[in-house]
């Protein structure tokens, strides 16, 4: 009995410490500027008819829509075929692309923003399409950005599916691509579903990208919300927005729940990867065609840093030791680097720690109907930083922060909200990293050391810990990564004296001068190499501890 009351203490805690902070440092913020456009000397709803009856709010809700439902499906339409070349067959240089397709995810959406505009601009490489500042340069960047999601998340599942329904269609005189239509296409709906929820997820929020590339002609629900905030002071327009945001990221959340519980029945019943396929002519083609228009935008941002006048140098990155003349910044573009390393490391041991506990609950299956109804529910509240407005919490904190709970400090000048913003935003990444990794595990196994007399915690310690320890290296990866690039709660939390990366190249590329455009490049440069880098590392680290 003393040995489950301790379990039973454990495991309240480890929901409890997750869920307080969440309450405190994201339902907090949120609802209290939610509350603060419909509370007026009591409840006020009309907002809701004010806002709604503008032509402007309809336009910007269609334009999300629009540019969601556009990037997902040419996502899928590309990740497709990419998934079967990369995890369905094998060839020379295979682990390098599957490696090459992450790079656009983990990259900053500001970086991606500036990448876009480099590559389509007058005097860009592809600046003859007229492409720059239009719809459809904005899908075409939010595709570059959610490429690898489908990628990964069907890859992942082909790659493990049993090869025999297929070959006894073949040999029943069904065609490849009859059986593909017939056999492989149903079995891989769950992952191709959930991952198109998740790729809509991240186009309808998209910020630093659509705020750089669309400005204020083809913005999103996102930064109508920034732009209603910071420009207009109109709390009640960015409340109901924000509502909306919501609306639409449950909606997403529930679809790619119940496709991913499907996906995951399914895995459990496959032992290991099928064995490799000879690759077919056609996927192989529009795999290679879209690896090269990935790597287009990032050619062009490396050329455009290097871009001195009429001729070629390292001017640009050497300004990036200056202000950019005239005080154009308050520091230099590598005092904000090691700003953004510092942060990047305080919201990483944050989000893993918060991360972790979350997915060590979560995984557990309870017998009792009601705990399987509260891990679902937790897991599903988790998910919702992802598609909450960064911009929302960020406004949130300097509304709330102040003083919190009687602290003598203002929070808000004292720096401390900026990491815990961050890992906000981190914690679905290191929850979604792990979770699967924590769920694969034979529930027999715990209750076979169990029966040998392992109490909770050695059970966790020889079983549960070794296993995550696999994935541990890709979270605190996407962890870090994530923190590197955030960009819209940021911008209302970094002090002025201690900016972020991602805040210096987007206070530099409003600034006019092709010597600060250029340094924008350059830094965004130096931002993409240390996100790919740290991703890299994770990677390789992941592969010490071998696949399950």
């Known amino acids: 009995m003393a040995g489950s009351g301790w379990a039973w203490l454990w495991w309240t805690l480890a929901a409890a410490v997750p869920v307080l902070f969440l309450a405190v440092f994201f339902a907090w913020p ?30 910007i809700i269609g334009l999300t829509l629009a540019q969601g439902a556009a990037g997902t499906v040419v996502s899928v339409l590309l990740g497709v075929p990419g998934a079967y070349l990369l995890y369905r067959c094998r060839f020379r240089g295979q682990g390098v692309l599957r490696a090459f397709v992450t790079v656009p995810f983990v990259l900053p959406t500001v970086v991606v923003g500036v990448a876009f505009r480099a590559l389509l601009r007058e005097n860009g490489p592809l600046g003859f399409l007229g492409l720059d500042g239009t719809f459809t340069a904005i899908v075409a960047a939010l595709v570059f950005f959610n490429y690898a999601v489908v990628v990964r998340t069907v890859g992942g599942l082909w790659s493990r599916l049993d090869p025999r329904p297929e070959q006894a269609a ?34 309808a929020t998209a910020f630093g990208t659509v705020l750089v590339l669309g400005g204020l002609r083809f913005g999103t629900v996102e930064t109508e919300i920034w732009i209603q905030t910071t420009q207009f002071l ?9 509502v909306v945001q919501v609306v639409v990221v449950v909606g997403a959340l529930t679809v790619a729940a119940r496709a991913r519980s499907r996906r995951e029945r399914a895995l459990a019943l496959i032992d290991a990867p099928t064995p490799p396929g000879r690759p077919h002519p056609l996927p192989t083609a529009i795999t290679a065609i879209t690896l090269v228009l990935l790597a287009l935008p990032l050619i062009a941002l490396v050329a455009g840093s290097l871009r001195v006048g009429d001729g070629w140098g390292l001017d640009h990155y050497r300004a990036l030791a200056t202000t950019g003349g005239d005080s154009a910044l308050t520091v230099t573009v590598w005092q904000a680097l090691s700003n953004s390393l510092r ?26 109907p009601v705990l399987r109804r ?30 919190p709970f009687g602290i003598a400090t203002d929070l808000r000048t004292s720096g401390i909200l900026v990491p815990i913003a961050q890992a906000v935003v981190a914690v679905p990444l290191v929850v979604r990293t792990v979770l699967p990794v924590l769920r694969a595990i034979d529930p027999r196994l715990r209750e076979a050391a169990a029966t040998l007399g392992a109490g909770s915690g050695r059970v966790l310690a020889t079983i549960d810990l070794p296993v995550v320890a696999r994935s541990l290296g890709l979270a605190v990866g996407f962890a870090f990564a994530v923190s590197l690039g955030e960009f819209g709660a940021t911008s209302f939390l970094a002090r002025p004296d201690r900016p972020t990366l991602p805040v210096v190249i987007f206070r530099l590329i409003g600034l006019p001068g092709a010597d600060r455009y250029g340094m924008a490049l350059a830094a965004s440069v130096v931002l993409a190499v240390l ?12 592969g010490f501890g071998g696949e399950l």
């Open 30 to 59: 949120v609802l209290s500027l939610v509350g603060r456009g419909f509370w007026d000397d009591g409840p006020d709803l009309s907002g809701f008819a004010e806002v709604f009856g503008r032509p402007r709010t309809w336009r």
């Open 170 to 203: 073949r040999s029943l005189g069904a065609s490849p691509a009859r059986a593909f239509r017939t056999v492989t296409l149903p079995a891989l709906t769950p992952a191709i579903v959930s991952a198109a929820s998740l790729v809509f997820l991240f186009c």
């Open 234 to 242: 109109d709390l009640r327009a960015a409340a109901v927005l924000s």
């Open 343 to 368: 942060v990047a490391v305080d919201a990483t041991l944050l989000a893993v720690l918060v991360g972790g506990l979350v997915a060590l609950v979560v995984s557990r299956r309870p017998r009792q």
């Open 374 to 403: 509260t891990v679902a529910g937790l897991d599903g509240v988790f998910m919702l930083p992802l598609g909450v407005s960064a911009v929302t919490v960020g406004f949130g904190f300097l509304l709330v922060m102040g003083h």
């Open 531 to 542: 996100t790919a880098g740290v991703m890299a590392l994770a990677e390789r680290l992941r």
